[in-house]
T-cell receptor, first 113, second 114 residues
Framework: NAGVTQTPKFRVLKTGQSMTLLCAQD?????MYWYRQDPGMGLRLIHY???????AKGEVPDGYNVSRLKKQNFLLGLESAAPSQTSVYFC????????????FGQGTRLTVV | SQKIEQNSEALNIQEGKTATLTCNYT??????LQWYRQDPGRGPVFLLL?????KEKRKERLKVTFDTTLKQSLFHITASQPADSATYLC?????????????FGQGTELSVKP
């Protein structure tokens, strides 16, 4: 049972390049989340999804897009990367919204130069 | 706007003592509150969940309290050990018209010295 898997684990981008981060969960969870974590800032919610085909904005959505075409996958896209998007990105999933724990992936360390 | 605050300064304690971490929130009444542990280079790991109608929850050496009047949760680790050293995060379910989102505090770093 893999849980939540993020791809890739590390990436270096040049300013202006685009990329997609993949999050896959094998627990049949309804809710999925993308966070970024910066020193001293904790986890900040970028976008989230309450089910297949749905997405919603979190606290810091600008510069990112997401898609949830399949229940098990949640993709985070950067169309034109900026140095301010250098961060560690975490994906998480929960079974439902009510009183369930979140399971996290191992993180993706992204550097934009 | 909604806000979650945890002790911003690192907490240093001696092995065997009780560590107490706080989580305060404003402008919201969450249905439940969660606590997570995060080790360097890893994703957060769930520890405990407490509902708004529960005042206290325990799990082994961990205890969480939830005061909805004060809008505060306290997280206690009794008989602390060096292996408890990590960053601890609280999280709230912020309901909105799209079903809800899980928001985290910035975390408190705990260091337990032998």
């Amino acid at each position: 049972n893999a849980g939540v898997t993020q791809t890739p684990k590390f990436r270096v981008l040049k300013t202006g390049q685009s990329m997609t981060l993949l999050c896959a969960q094998d627990m049949n969870h309804e809710y999925m989340y993308w966070y970024r974590q910066d020193p001293g800032m904790g986890l900040r919610l970028i976008h989230y999804s309450v089910g297949e085909g749905t997405t919603a904005k979190g606290e810091v959505p600008d510069g990112y897009n997401v898609s949830r075409l399949k229940k098990q996958n949640f993709l985070l896209g950067l169309e034109s990367a900026a140095p301010s998007q250098t961060s560690v990105y975490f994906c998480a999933s929960t079974r439902t919204r009510v009183n369930t724990e979140a399971f996290f992936g191992q993180g993706t360390r992204l550097t934009v130069v | 706007s909604q806000k979650i605050e945890q002790n911003s300064e690192a907490l240093n304690i001696q092995e065997g003592k009780t560590a107490t971490l706080t989580c305060n929130y404003t402008n919201y009444s969450p249905a439940y509150l969660q606590w997570y542990r995060q080790d360097p280079g890893r994703g957060p790991v769930f520890l405990l969940l407490i509902r708004e109608n529960e005042k206290e929850k325990r799990k082994e050496r961990l205890k969480v309290t939830f005061d909805t009047t004060l809008k505060q949760s306290l997280f206690h680790i009794t008989a602390s050990q060096p292996a408890d050293s990590a960053t601890y995060l609280c999280a709230l379910d912020m309901r909105d018209n799209q079903g809800g989102k899980l928001i985290f505090g910035q975390g408190t770093e705990l260091s337990v010295k032998p």
